[in-house]
């Protein structure tokens, strides 16, 4: 399974971004082979529309949850059609953190069903 975490540079060490549609990067970590993979987010200069052309990006590489700040109704409706689950990134600071946190069942899952101006926490 791999997971993607929103970043502000490469790899396990990167800071997280508080951005989801517009953040720099995602940080792809595959859970079994523990292989790590940086993608730009192209979708980022996106007039309107980059958190689902973000999750676009995502499913193209296979991505299964993404650890995200919030997401917007755009990007739920994306993350629904492609059955990608959204966890609250929480307090994590680095990729690295985030990915212990999820492994350890410590983040929320999103629902994903739209509320004013995103996901509302299950």
Same mark, same amino acid.
């Given at each position: 399974m791999k997971i993607a975490v929103c &970043? #502000?540079? !490469?790899?396990l060490k990167a800071l997280v971004d508080e951005r989801f549609g517009r953040t720099d990067q995602f940080v792809i970590f595959d859970m079994e082979? #523990? !292989?790590v993979k940086t993608v730009e987010n192209s979708a980022k200069n996106a007039g309107v529309g980059a958190g689902g052309q973000a999750v676009r990006i995502l499913n193209e590489e296979n991505v299964e949850v993404v650890i995200v700040p919030e997401v917007g109704p755009k990007a739920v409706d994306a993350l629904k059609a492609f059955e990608i689950k959204a966890?609250?990134?929480?307090e994590s600071k680095t990729v690295e !953190? &985030?990915?212990k946190k999820y492994e350890s069942k410590d983040l929320k899952e999103f629902e994903l069903n739209v509320v004013k101006g995103g996901l509302r926490r299950v």
């Open positions: &970043a #502000k540079g !490469e790899g082979t #523990k !292989e966890y609250r990134l929480g !953190e &985030a990915i």
